[in-house]
Each structure stands twice: as structure tokens, then as C-alpha cells.
């Protein structure tokens, strides 16, 4: 087991392959071994069979001819092929007959000299130092009369040396292709293997230098090159939380420390001149804003873990506009506050949840629109979606700082906006709560002129008319007024 983990991939991968190379070679050799061994094999039992037939037949017809033994001696002596030695005998167990062209005296297969039927065996004669094969075959007359066998053998020692000269060749030939596959391999491992190493050096270097902006430089378009846009776009993700929460602990900390020295000022006066009235109420007024700085901070921690349960009831979003509507007149002393069009919308969703968006909408454009400005709202179907959009006159947004706009504790004037009273948290809501409800936010903005934050929500019926709308909808023209007075 230590071994495994000493080992490089590199090292297990040609492992690997050589030993699979082993096994497929060792497979092909027996294989092939065994073709060459059964094929030689039955092309001598062929021959040996005729043979066999020959010598059959020559004495089953002096037999019947009645010739006597030396004329069938030389018939066969006449007949034989050379290359193998015969002996036949008699049904009594006598040799009959036994050629001398190999030189073999001893019995054959003397075990099966009078056996009844065919047979081919393998054996080794001690006595000549020979490995052969003995083929043996009964010898009937038409009557079925047993007369004798035929033996016929064919020695081994041509198969068994070439045996030996292709064993010597197949193992050199192994060993010479296993070292050259293991070092091709190798050299190919290293090569695919290469990327691997250049991710994990680069992520070393990373860890190492706790740098999180540094990315894998592979560009292939391959299965690595993959794995490197992953682990970079996983980078991405990570500096990108990295930084927020680092601005966002910056932030939390610069928001709380502000209320709390605030509030440790008003109790040193509080101290020294005794209890008064602006002090309490300066107090109370810090005490506010941290406590909405904290139920903000707890709603997106909530949003983020996945344990703000959202209500999936049908909404007239036109009622929650004409409520937001009547709330943003009351708020505006100095600011007009215009509905410019109001359609039927339903939409599935949690109203609560989408009123604190119209609220929050409405509320930020008039903090940001000076005096004698205007804050129009509308609510429009538009291909299937609720569209609201609330637009102002105010001083709008930089170009630069559009699209960090919807970001955790991000403020375009941050002296200004805490002046105002934000911590940056609203917008970081509004978006959570839109997507939530699988809609869309954005914003448009020029600077002097104004800006346009747009939401867009999936309508639950376009061309049905909520009974809502249809009570508010004589009253329309009516709410159009112009700016309230002061």
C-alpha cells in the first residue's frame, strides 16, 4: 500500500500497460503454440492414418490370397512411405511385420499392440530416447473376423525443435517489445501527463502565494483544457467571494462602527451634562439603523443558506403597486410621485416579499432625486411579463458603477449615502428577492438625468383582469395628480 502512494501515475500507468502487454502476449503465445502444435499434429495423423489404411488393405489381400508371410513383407517394405516406421501384429499378439527404415526395434505402444479400435497416443520410448506419435487401427476381414493392428509411427523430434526455436523467438521478441512498449509508454504518459503537472504547479504557486488572481495557462480544447476553464472559472468564483467578503467585513465593520460611536458620544454627554432630548433621539436613531443593518444582514444570510421560505401564492402586483403608490406620496414632501400606467398583472409569488422590492425601488429613487424632482412608476404586460418599472429625475448613476450596482454594501457617494442613512443592502435584497421569484432587474442610468430600475416578473395570466384592477381602473386618471404640496 505504501508503494502505491510512492508511485508517480506516470510510474502506475506503465505499469499498467506492461503488465495488460504481458497478458495479451502470454495469451497470444499459448494461443498460437497451441494452433501450431494441433495443426502439425494433424497433418501427421492424416498421413499416419493412411498409412495405416495402406498396410491394412496389403494384409487383409494376401490374406485373402493366401500368400505367405514373406511376399507380404515385401509388398510393404514396396508400399511404405519411408518416413515413418510400421509394425503390425497378429491377432495372438506376435509381430507380424516391422519395417527398418528408422531403425526402431522396440514395440511401439506395446500396451495397446492388440487393441480393437483407433487410437493415437503420445509417447516417449525410453529405450530410444524418442518422444513420437503411434497410430493404431484394427485389422478386420469383411466377415468382421479381428486379424491384428497396425502401428504406425512418426517421430517428434522435427516438431519439438521447432517448438523450442519458436519459444526462443516469441521470448526474446516479448521481452524486446515490452521494454520498448514501456518506454514508449512512459514517454507517452509523460507527454499527456505533462498539462496535469502544469495545473498542479500552478495551483501549488497559487496556494503558495495566496494569490488568487493568478489562472492555469492551458488553452487546449481537450478534456485538460476543460478541467484548467474549470478550475480558472472556479478561480473567478473565489476571488470574486474572496473580495466581497473582504469588502464586506470592511463594510460591516466601518457601519457598525459608526452608530457605535455615535451612540458612546451621546452616553459620554449623557454623563457629564445629564439626560437630554437630542441625545436620546440621536441614540434612538442609530439604534435603528443598526437594528435595519442587522434584520438586512440576517435576511441574505438566510437567502444565501436556502432557509428563507418564500410563499407561492397568486399576486395582483397592481394592488402592490397602488399600495406602494399611496405609501410613496405620503413619504414625499418635496418630490412629485406620478403613476404613469397600470395594467393587470398576476404573477405566483410572495407579496410580502415583492412589496419590500416596490418599496425599496421607490423609496431609493426619491433619497436620490432632489427637490422638485419626480419619481414615475408603471406596471405594463409585455410578452408574458409583469414589467414595473420606476424611474426618476434624480442625480443618477456613473457608467462605471452600473454593474457593481446590486452588490453587497456597494454605494455609488458613500458619503453621502450613509449621510442618507443606507448600508447598501437594499438593492442586494431587491435582486435576491426578483430571481427568486425567477424574474429579472436592471437598471438604466445617465448621470444629471435620472435612472430606471425595471422588473420583470413571469405572468401568470396576461389577458385575464384581475378584480382588483377592475375597482381601481376608473380611479386611474384621478391618481395621475401632479406634485404634492408642501
Not at 371 to 393: C, F, I, P
Not at 447 to 461: A, E, I, R, Y
Amino acid at each position: 500500500m505504501r508503494l502505491r502512494f510512492l508511485m508517480t501515475i506516470r510510474t502506475r500507468l506503465t505499469l499498467i500497460y506492461s503488465a495488460v502487454l504481458v497478458a495479451v502476449i502470454a495469451l497470444l503465445a499459448v494461443a498460437f503454440f497451441s494452433l501450431f502444435d494441433w495443426a502439425w499434429r494433424e497433418q501427421i495423423a492424416e498421413s499416419m492414418n493412411i498409412v495405416a489404411q495402406q498396410v491394412s488393405q496389403i494384409v487383409l489381400n494376401e490374406v485373402m490370397d493366401s500368400e505367405p508371410p514373406a511376399a507380404i513383407y515385401r509388398r510393404l517394405a514396396r508400399s511404405l512411405n519411408l518416413s515413418f516406421a510400421v509394425q503390425v501384429w497378429q491377432h495372438d499378439g506376435k509381430l507380424l511385420f516391422a519395417t527398418d527404415n528408422l531403425a526402431y526395434s522396440q514395440p511401439f505402444d506395446a500396451d495397446n499392440r492388440d487393441s480393437r479400435v483407433k487410437a493415437l497416443r503420445d509417447v516417449n520410448l525410453a529405450s530410444e530416447d524418442l518422444h513420437a506419435l503411434v497410430f493404431t487401427q484394427p485389422i478386420y476381414t469383411p466377415q468382421a473376423e479381428y486379424l491384428g493392428t497396425v502401428q504406425v509411427l512418426s517421430p517428434l523430434t522435427i516438431l519439438d525443435a521447432a517448438k523450442q526455436r519458436l519459444m526462443r523467438v516469441i521470448v526474446f521478441t516479448a521481452i524486446v517489445t515490452l521494454v520498448v512498449s514501456s518506454l514508449i509508454g512512459f514517454a507517452v504518459a509523460s507527454h499527456f501527463l505533462h498539462p496535469i503537472e502544469t495545473i498542479a504547479q500552478a495551483a501549488k504557486q497559487i496556494t503558495a502565494a495566496n494569490d488568487l488572481s493568478k489562472r492555469i495557462p492551458y488553452k487546449n480544447s481537450d478534456e485538460l483544457g476543460q478541467l484548467a476553464l474549470t478550475f480558472n472559472t472556479t478561480l473567478d468564483r473565489l476571488e470574486r467571494l474572496f473580495m466581497a467578503q473582504r469588502r464586506f467585513v470592511a463594510d460591516v465593520s466601518h457601519e457598525m462602527r459608526t452608530p457605535l460611536t455615535t451612540l458612546q458620544g451621546n452616553l459620554d454627554l449623557i454623563k457629564r451634562y445629564g439626560i437630554e432630548a437630542a441625545s436620546l433621539e440621536a441614540m434612538e436613531s442609530e439604534l435603528k439603523r443598526m437594528n435595519r443593518l442587522v434584520g438586512d444582514l440576517l435576511l441574505l444570510a438566510q437567502a444565501d443558506s436556502g432557509h428563507l421560505p418564500l410563499r407561492e401564492d397568486q399576486v395582483d402586483l397592481d394592488t402592490l403597486v397602488m399600495e406602494v403608490f399611496r405609501q410613496a406620496k405620503l413619504l414625499s414632501q418635496t418630490i412629485e410621485v406620478r403613476l404613469v400606467e397600470l395594467q393587470a398583472a398576476r404573477v405566483k409569488g410572495d407579496s410580502d416579499r415583492l412589496k419590500q422590492v416596490l418599496l425599496n425601488l421607490v423609496t431609493n429613487a426619491i433619497k436620490y432625486t432632489p427637490e422638485n424632482g419626480a419619481v414615475m412608476l408603471s406596471l405594463t404586460v409585455e410578452g408574458g411579463y409583469a414589467v414595473l418599472r420606476v424611474s426618476d429625475t434624480g442625480i443618477g448613476i456613473p457608467k462605471e458603477d452600473l454593474p457593481h450596482i446590486f452588490e453587497r454594501f456597494y454605494r455609488v457617494d458613500k458619503a453621502r449615502d450613509r449621510k442618507i442613512g443606507g448600508a447598501g443592502l437594499g438593492l442586494s435584497i431587491a435582486k435576491w428577492i426578483v430571481e427568486a421569484h425567477h424574474g429579472r432587474i436592471s437598471v438604466e442610468s445617465e448621470l444629471g438625468k435620472g435612472s430606471t430600475f425595471t422588473v420583470q416578473l413571469p405572468c401568470l395570466n396576461a389577458d385575464v383582469q384581475p378584480e382588483s384592477l377592475r375597482d381601481t381602473q376608473p380611479r386611474i386618471p384621478i391618481l395621475q395628480i401632479g406634485k404634492r404640496k408642501r
